[in-house]
């Protein structure tokens, strides 16, 4: 067998793989979302502030009482 | 076809500023937090894991006699609608709700609590 097909072969197999790798680990989704949407909020202390850790995407509610 | 039960845990967390501590079972939440704020002490004060069905509150008593009530309303996609609650002698001071992703988690922090602060997180998943 000559080497052209074989690298024509590997060239698909390659491309098969990241399609595959691609379409099960969401490489080409958009930014990963926040744990939590906060929808409404009442409090009667001071002030809130939303925040959203930037490794985990945790979503943090900080309640300031004064 | 059975309704959705939402697993819901509850970790009430003293943070404060000192000599660095982690408790057990708080390891998956300290480097993150630890990323925001100044705290370098974590401690478990409490661990509450209920079963709630749609519509039913779930209760977990915090210091200072005040009390936190969950609500799990519903599914939005892959989101639990939650309604949250902290009462302080009866009376409501905190009111929020919610779309948590299914099996995620979320913090709400701040009211001061021996020479540091209280932290609650909450998680849920849906079943």
Request: cysteine-free; proline content about 5%.
């Amino acid at each position: 067998m000559g080497r052209r097909p074989i690298l024509k072969l590997a060239s698909l197999a390659l491309l098969v793989l990241i399609t595959t790798l691609a379409l099960t680990m969401d490489i080409f989704q958009g930014p990963a979302a926040p744990s939590a949407i906060v929808k409404s909020i009442d409090y009667t202390g001071a002030s809130v502030m939303i925040m959203e850790t930037e490794n985990q995407h945790q979503t943090i509610i900080w309640l300031f009482e004064t | 076809m059975g309704q959705t039960r939402f697993e819901t845990r509850v970790r009430v967390i003293h943070a404060a500023v000192g000599p660095a501590h982690v408790d057990p079972g708080l390891g998956d939440l300290a480097p993150d937090l630890s990323s925001v704020f100044k705290y370098t002490a974590y401690r478990l004060v409490e661990s509450r894991q209920m079963t709630l069905e749609q519509g039913q509150t779930g209760r977990v008593a915090l210091p200072d006699n005040q009390v936190l009530m969950l609500q799990p309303q519903g599914m939005d996609k892959d989101r639990i609608t939650y309604q949250i609650v902290i009462e302080k002698q009866q009376a409501q001071v905190f009111e929020t709700r919610i779309l948590l992703k299914n099996r995620g988690s979320i913090t709400i922090g701040g009211p001061k609590f021996e020479r540091g602060v209280l932290l609650m997180n909450i998680s849920g998943t849906a079943r």
